[in-house]
């Protein structure tokens, strides 16, 4: 199988060529909802699934549906045997993999990084306030999760711009165009990368610090320490998963204040317990993530023959918009009961690690900014397409400029 035939490629299911179809997918997923909740991609042999309980199956039940697969939408390079990969294994063994890098994410953990977190947002959020207009995911949404992922692994947080401008290649979503370009691409990002965190991870093992690198130094798997390379890989993954979807989440969250439900800042600045479901509600609202998996044997759960091998996508943005599981589902509501039951984190045993993280960063960013800053507006003229990039999701904003007013 050719590299460019194990990508499953998101554009050539949903035909949404246009950044605006990209960024606003929500009347196609409708529409798949409505006519072809089970839609077959002949062109790919792939599995498209649209409703709230299919996608839950797919990402439970991982007898029928599993992780061990050939073909992925993650556009990351990816060494097949590294033990340390958690994404590409079922349970039982992914839960010895995955204990490895969740003690960094427990609660008592991240309890003990809130302060440092905090600190972080104040700077960020004191270095915006002389402004009347910022870019809000240059001056927040980039810098907040990629300087606390850094500090969390023991990375120097002064290389940040490396980290984030290396994440951004590792996640650029592949097509069919430039497919061979991309390859190239990120094959020698990751080099670099893993250059740079070689001698970092070397010099752990001989001294280490409080941070998760070091832990991964100390780790054992089947009674051995991790090698160096397998320490390596985890922490490009962890960093790179740390902040590209924290930065989404904190730029879709200003976005959403100005655009899917204008007017509800002030709302937020009186009663500032609104936060986490105003966080919640973004996340269930305004992310059309996609999550795929491998038909471990053949199957018609669904309705369909689906056969053992062929590759399903279960499509997370549209099931959070199932109006059989949230009421008014495409409504953006701060208040909706239950909105936690949403998909974007994922579910299951591939329930992703870093959600309590990134949960935590966008209500501390969001509640201090909300605390400290009047109100927001729109910035006249804003044309959103100016402001798109590609990303696995889709679209992602690149920048978003909006106008501050101080208190």
Known sequence: MSSSNQTILLQEISKLKTKEE????????????????VFYDAEQDVWNVFLYDHVKTV???????????????????????????????????????????????????????EPRIQAIVDELVTDMEGDSTVDIVQKLAIPLPVTVIAELLGVPSKDRDKIKAWSDVLFLPYNKEAYSDIAQEKGRVMKEFQEYLYPIVQEKQKHPADDIISDLTKAELEGELLTVEEVVMSSIGLLGAGNETTTTLISNVFYSLLFDKPGIYQELRADLSLVPNMIEEVLRFRFPATMDRKVAKDTSVFGHEMKEGQAIVAWIGSANRDGAQFAHAEEFDIHRQGNQRHFTFGAGPHFCLGAPLARMEANIALTTFVKRIANIQKVEGFKLTEHLIDSVIGQSLKSFPIRLKKA
Request: charged share 30%.
């Open 22 to 37: 990209q960024w606003e997918p929500f009347g196609w997923y409708r529409h798949m909802r409505e006519n072809n909740p």
């Open 59 to 113: 990402l439970f039940d991982h007898q029928l549906f599993s992780n061990k697969k050939v073909r992925s939408l993650i556009p990351i390079p990816r060494k097949m045997d590294n033990r340390s990969n958690i994404n590409l294994v079922d349970p039982p063994e992914h839960r010895k993999r995955r204990a490895l890098q969740s003690q960094a994410f427990t609660p008592r953990n991240l309890k003990e990084w």
